[in-house]
């Protein structure tokens, strides 16, 4: 009878064995999805920011092409005020006699 609760005793710890290592294992196979998940999101968000950067690059690159459209402009519009102040100045010269 001794013999028998004995091995009782030792099948329930084997048993309780193999259950603590089951659940080490889908513990395990839990944390190597969560992982590979977050490696996924990591590769991602790299990828996010890559494109972002590019697209930060082609808008400061857009907004220097815009300064050097509105310095032409002003330059244009310099010489035409100094164009007709010129005639504005020239008309003023010419004496018109009644």
């Known amino acids: 009878m001794l013999f028998t609760e004995h091995t009782d005793i030792a ?5 309780h064995s193999d259950t603590d290592s089951n659940n080490i294992l889908e513990q395990l196979q839990e944390l190597e999805q969560k992982i ?8 991602s968000l790299k ?3 890559k494109s972002l950067l590019q697209k930060i690059d082609d808008q400061e690159n ?3 092409l815009v300064y050097e459209e509105l310095e ?3 330059a244009s519009r310099d010489n035409a005020r100094k164009k ?3 005639l504005i ?3 003023n010269q ?3 006699n009644p």
């Open 11 to 15: 099948m329930a710890k084997d048993s």
């Open 36 to 43: 590979e998940t977050l490696l996924r999101l990591i590769d």
């Open 47 to 49: 990828e996010e920011k």
């Open 62 to 64: 857009n907004i220097l």
């Open 72 to 74: 032409k402009l002003q």
């Open 84 to 86: 007709l102040i010129e």
């Open 89 to 91: 100045n020239k008309i």
């Open 94 to 96: 010419v004496e018109i």
